[in-house]
């Protein structure tokens, strides 16, 4: 095939994603500079249309980047009013109270938002300084110079056929260069992908660990909704079967965001994250809020759980690593968007010193010395040891020894140390045969979906023309390996039902795909290999 001609433009920053990390590396670069040339490369159809989070948001980050949000107008309208924690049992609960929790655990000052509108609100402050932003422009390539070092990506490359040979509308997309070029790709990107292996960027740090984060959006009976109400369970259904919980905030216009996360370091192969988030809908307290209600949107994503020791070196020539990229969601707190934001602002502070100096394509350590030392790294610092701890000793024994390591963590000491967090979240799944099956109710329609239905409520589409972004190394693996194995987990494991098994037949129906990488982190054998599609394809949240 002949070598493919691009038309190149020229930036100071090439930053691959708008979400709170991208758009405030770009907002901060144009206080630095006006002049300053900025481009935002955003793979999803509009601003927003890929952010999924909890959220309820620590402010500290946008307070840092546009102290006068509020009057400008910023999406952050339900102060949190009331902060509740339960372990459930099958049937009942029982309240955890607060006064025990560390200070890091209060979430007064902090708000339920739509990370989504959060976004597209910060793309119109980044507009009207005169940054360009770009939606529908999947960056499918680096760009290296002859050096080895990043210059720039390839983005809005549309028109191939299944096969990857090009279509009769092909379009070769452009290359823009960048004097540095910044990675806020979120969980698991393709692009910080290959720049972390290309670089050997984890070397000497631990694995990264991840949960797959399933979300709900309900309109509830509005006698029913407490505005400002936050609420956190652990326990049932998952119990000792794998990590994880659910959160329940109520936003305004009588809105409930339900969501589930389930730790991927489970061991049983069994096990279904999609079916236990619907059954933990099931149980008393849950459907007594949801009974009546109607479910008006789903999505689901990866969090990165790694915290302090996984975060792989940031920064190699000509490139930076931003917000989840790098991995910065304080676990126990279920915060990552005001680290991103201030991930975001840092590497801007870093590339504009080098600009002004006249570098380019160098590493830009500045940033990354911030992060490990400043507000990021003192906040992953002290929650560094929960999830390892909840990962080897379970539930109950984090919660106790977590709790105290927080503790002592705010005056400045660990009795713990560091602690490892051992095998990836692949490399923990375990054999089928030494593990039970695990019987599902069958979803009701009312509370509970099945996933193809759900899939439907994300409002997502590919373009089906084009070749699969879900690759498999070898395509004999699912039914030669996985199967006899582990039971194929790809067919539990996906929140939206790409993966099935049919007459002995490993299928990929990837125009259900809702991006959320889980199968890239969890696949046992590390077969399957995520890689983004054509620009504009891929969920298109609402207000996630």
């Known amino acids: 095939m002949a070598e493919i001609e691009r038309e190149a433009m020229e930036y100071d920053v090439v930053i691959v994603g708008a979400g709170p990390a991208g758009l405030s590396a770009a907002i901060r670069l144009k206080q630095l500079d006006p002049s300053r040339e900025v481009v935002v490369l955003e793979k999803g159809s509009e601003v927003g249309a890929h952010i999924l989070s909890g959220a309820v948001l620590d402010p500290c980050g946008l307070d840092a980047l546009i102290p006068d949000w509020k009057e400008k107008g910023a999406p952050l309208n339900t102060p949190v009013k009331d902060d509740n924690f339960f372990m459930l049992g099958e049937a009942g609960k029982i309240r955890i109270p607060n006064f025990p929790m560390p200070p890091l655990m209060n979430n007064h000052g902090n708000y339920i938002v739509s990370m989504g509108n959060v976004c597209r609100w910060m793309a119109e402050q980044a507009e009207e300084m005169g940054i360009e932003i770009f939606p529908g422009m999947a960056c499918s390539e680096i760009v290296y110079d002859e050096a080895g070092n990043v210059k720039g990506v390839v983005a809005g490359e549309f028109g191939k056929e299944a096969d990857g040979s090009h279509g009769p509308n092909y379009e070769p997309g452009m290359e823009l260069h960048g004097k540095y070029v910044f990675l806020s790709e979120g969980v698991r990107g393709s692009l910080a992908k290959e720049v972390i292996a290309k670089y050997d960027l984890s070397q000497g740090k631990e694995p990264q660990k991840f949960g797959i984060g399933m979300k709900e959006i ?67 307290m849950v459907a007594e809020l949801l009974k009546g209600g109607k479910r008006v949107a789903y999505g689901a994503r990866a969090i990165s759980e ?239």
């Open 218 to 284: 309900w309109e509830i009976d509005p006698p029913k909704h407490k505005e400002g109400s936050v609420t956190h369970t652990m326990g049932w259904p998952l119990g000792g079967n794998a990590g994880g919980g659910s959160f329940i905030y109520h936003l305004e216009n009588n809105q409930v965001y339900v969501g589930f996360v389930v730790h991927l370091n489970y061991r049983n192969p069994h096990l279904f994250p999609y079916m236990e988030f619907q059954r933990f809908k099931h149980h008393p």
């Open 306 to 544: 790694g915290g302090y020791q996984s975060m792989p070196k940031m920064v190699a020539p000509g490139v930076a690593l931003l917000g989840c990229s790098v991995g910065m969601v304080n676990v126990p707190r279920i915060k990552g968007n005001h680290n991103a934001m201030l991930s975001g602002m840092a590497a801007a502070e870093a590339a504009h010193a080098a600009i002004e100096a006249g570098r380019s394509g160098d590493e830009l350590n500045d940033y990354e010395t911030e992060v490990r030392t400043g507000k990021i790294g003192k906040d992953l610092k002290k929650v560094r040891n929960v999830k390892p701890l909840w990962s080897k000793y379970g539930l109950l024994a984090s919660l106790t020894l977590g709790g105290f390591d927080m503790w002592t963590n705010t005056f400045g000491f660990s009795l713990f140390g560091t602690l490892k967090h051992g095998k990836t979240d692949a490399a923990a799944t375990e054999q089928a045969s030494t593990h039970k099956p695990i019987d599902y109710p069958k979803p009701d329609g009312k509370l509970s979906f099945d996933r193809l239905t759900n899939v439907s409520f994300s409002m997502t589409n590919h373009e089906e023309s084009q070749p699969a972004h879900l690759q498999l190394k070898d395509p004999n693996v699912p039914m030669s390996i996985n199967m006899p194995k582990y039971a194929e987990p790809a067919q539990r494991y996906c929140p939206a039902g790409v993966y099935e098994v049919v007459d002995d037949k490993f299928v990929i129906n990837f125009q259900n795909c809702v991006h959320c990488k889980t199968c890239d982190i969890k696949d046992p054998s590390q077969n399957i290999n995520w890689v983004t599609p054509q620009g504009g394809d891929g969920p298109n949240y609402p207000n996630m």
